[in-house]
């Protein structure tokens, strides 16, 4: 499956709510999530994406000439 760069868009604007929003899904179940943790974890998200962004890219387009 090739990534698109607007997949790629898609997959990082939806990583940073979730990111945000992990500490509150910990605390509905009584753990404290510290915020170095979040930043850790939506960077490694971010790489992740970047990897597999780079591995299976869509070739650019070819010119026409």
Same mark, same amino acid.
């Given at each position: 499956?090739?990534?698109?760069?607007?997949?790629l868009?898609?997959? !990082?604007? #939806?990583?940073?709510?979730v990111?945000?929003?992990?500490? %509150? /899904?910990? &605390?509905?179940?009584?753990?404290?999530?510290?915020?170095?943790s979040? !930043?850790? #974890?939506e960077?490694?998200f971010l790489?992740?994406?970047? %990897? /597999?962004? &780079?591995?299976?890219?869509?070739?650019?387009?070819a010119?026409?000439h």
């Amino acid at each position: 499956m090739k990534m698109s760069r607007a997949g790629l868009l898609v997959a !990082v604007a #939806f990583g940073i709510p979730v990111a945000i929003e992990l500490r %509150v /899904l910990f &605390s509905f179940f009584g753990v404290e999530l510290p915020l170095v943790s979040v !930043v850790v #974890f939506e960077a490694l998200f971010l790489l992740l994406v970047a %990897v /597999l962004y &780079s591995l299976n890219a869509e070739p650019k387009s070819a010119s026409k000439h």
